[in-house]
Each structure stands twice: as C-alpha cells, then as structure tokens.
C-alpha cells in the first residue's frame, strides 16, 4: 500500500509542479501584455486559464481519492491536504494573471497605465519574475530557506503597491476615472500576486518541517542601503 501510495502522490507532485509553471507562464505574460500592449499575449493568457483550472480539478480529484482509499496519517495526511491548499492558491494566481490580462486586451491599443505608474508596475513584474522562479525553485526542492527568505521579501511588494495610491492620490495625478480605476484594481492584483506566493511559501514550510510560519522577519536593505524595489519613480 506505501508503494501505490507513493507513486500515486508522485502523480500529483508532477500535476502540481505543472500547475506552477504554467501560472508563471501567466504571470510572465499578463505582465508582458500590460507594459506592452501586446493584446495577442493576452488573449494567450485569458485562454490558458482553463489549462490551470483543469491541472486544478486534476489535482483535487487524485488528493480526494487518496484520501478516500489510502487513509494517509501524519507526514502523509500534511502532504496530501497541503497540496490541495497549494493547487487552490496557485489558481487563485492564474485568475490573477487573467484578470491583468484582460485589463490589457480592453485598453488596447493604449495602456492601461499611465506614463506616472509605468516605472513602479515594471519594479512589481520584475519582482514578480524572480519570485516565481524562486516559487518554483522551492517546491521543487523543498528548499525551507528558499522559502523563508521569499516570505520576508514580500514586504517589497506591498512597499511598491503603496507607491501607486501615492501616485493616484498625489495632487499631480491627472488620469481619467477609468484609469485611476484600472490602476488602483491593477496595484491590487499585483499586490495579492506576493500575497498568493507567500501563502504558498508558508504551505511548502509546513509540508517540510510541520511549522507554519505566521510571522516574517523584518526586511533589510541591501548592502549599499538602497533597496532597488522600493526607490521613488522618476519625475
């Protein structure tokens, strides 16, 4: 039964690393879309949603019927209900992707963002980049420290998300009513794109260790004292 068991779960761990990379694929492209109006990539994204929320329902069906026939206990039981956690979250992030995506496709072929924001979205996909690559780096390696580490640095994230109400709320702000609206929703999207992944990051955690880390260290700049993420926009 531990044999069928462990490549049964094999099975899903494969379901779910593809559920990941596609959603950075997601990621990757709604970003694209957004700094450069490229409406075919969006249209990519808004239809590869469906391939995440299968990968979901794929996941889901083997978790209960692992549950159902193996009747998985400690370290296993932890497996098998995390990972049911972790597919939920990452298509909560494909839905992200695609809500960004279709921002994109309906401004098209302006910009959804303002020649103020462009510069702090660009600082949010870039860190979004690298924290997805980091995602995926530590469910593939069930790298706790790896893990960790992204937990505390979503405080840049949410350091950029309050540039942008900085911006919009400034007296030099000049956008339409769409376009404080389309900014203000697109900040917050991004914003719970770091929310998603330190969630997911806390879930590897616990896989590995049991310990479900509720509190993140505070952040430090780097050496030079400047944290690159969180320096003001240009004039």
């Not at 492209?29 to 949603?49: F, Y």
């Not at 462009?118 to 390696?141: C, G, P, Y």
């Not at 900040?187 to 590995?208: C, K, N, P, Q």
């Amino acid at each position: 039964m531990r044999v069928i068991f462990t490549e049964e779960m094999k099975q899903v761990a494969d379901d779910l690393d593809r559920m990941a990379q596609e959603v950075r694929t997601a990621i990757l492209g709604a970003g694209k879309a957004l700094l450069e109006s490229d409406v075919e990539v969006a249209q990519n994204v808004i239809d590869g949603d469906l391939e995440i929320d299968a990968l979901e329902t794929s996941v889901i069906n083997q978790c209960v019927q692992l549950l159902a026939r193996q009747n998985p206990v400690a370290t296993d039981l932890r497996v098998v209900v995390s990972t049911l956690r972790l597919a939920s979250t990452f298509e909560r992030m494909g839905d992200l992707a695609r809500h960004v995506a279709e921002i994109a496709r309906r401004t098209y072929p302006e910009s959804a963002l303002t020649p103020e924001t462009r510069e702090v979205f660009a600082k949010m996909q870039q860190f979004l980049d690298e924290t997805t690559e980091e995602l995926i780096h530590v469910l593939s390696n069930r790298d706790v420290k790896a893990a960790e580490q992204l937990i505390i640095n979503d405080d840049k994230l949410d350091a950029l998300h309050l540039q942008i109400f900085d911006i919009v709320n400034s007296d030099q702000w000049t956008g339409t009513t769409q376009q404080t609206i389309d900014v203000v929703l697109l900040g917050r999207f991004y914003e719970r794109f770091g929310d998603h992944a330190v969630s997911a990051a806390r879930r590897l955690v616990y896989i590995v260790s049991g310990f479900d880390p509720t509190k993140a260290p505070q952040t430090k700049a780097d050496s030079s004292g400047k944290d690159p993420y969180l320096s003001a926009p240009e004039k």
